[in-house]
């Protein structure tokens, strides 16, 4: 049986629970600061999330949620939030990002670059697409905290309303050295 083009952007992956590592989480940081007074919702997170604890330990006022736990990113919201940050399955992505951008709050969301290959994130996005483009590929995790080894693609953080300007580049290790030492 032959997949439409629908049903192939609307799929749903078997490797979706790749866990974000602290370091690619501390380049996000510094933009957040500017979000400092307001609620950020996690919503592909459970509580040991790199996402959830580090900007709780950096001070941030944080709700997460995650499909294992009844909370259906396209049904469900939290009661208060204001900002998203996290890092979303990659299979569903223009959905996901449709969401966001319907949801009208600011969001800053890792995804692969290869996305950049494809009309949608501009058809999603038109004219504010933000990318906090990091130089070094995330080594993600699996669930059980193992390493998914070098991945064949480079991510960024795509952004709306988050980011002072349009693109912005940063190094992952230099942002462990900057961020680490508070």
Known sequence: MTKNSGDILYSKGNNDECMTPPEAVYPILEFAEGFREKIIWCPFDKE????????????????????????????????????????????????????????????????????????????VFGEDLQLLVLKDRINFRKPDGTSMGRPSFASSYYCKDFLPKQIIIRDLTKAIGENNDD
């Open 48 to 123: 040991n999330s790199e996402f959830v604890k580090i900007l709780q330990d950096k001070g941030f006022n944080v709700v997460y949620s995650h499909i294992e736990n009844g909370q259906d990113f396209y049904s469900y919201e939290p009661e208060q939030w204001d900002l998203i940050i996290s890092n979303p399955p990659f299979t569903n992505k223009r959905k996901i990002f449709e969401r966001c951008i319907a949801l009208g709050k600011p969001f800053a969301l890792i995804m692969t670059n290869v996305w950049l290959n494809d009309k949608a994130p501009f058809q």
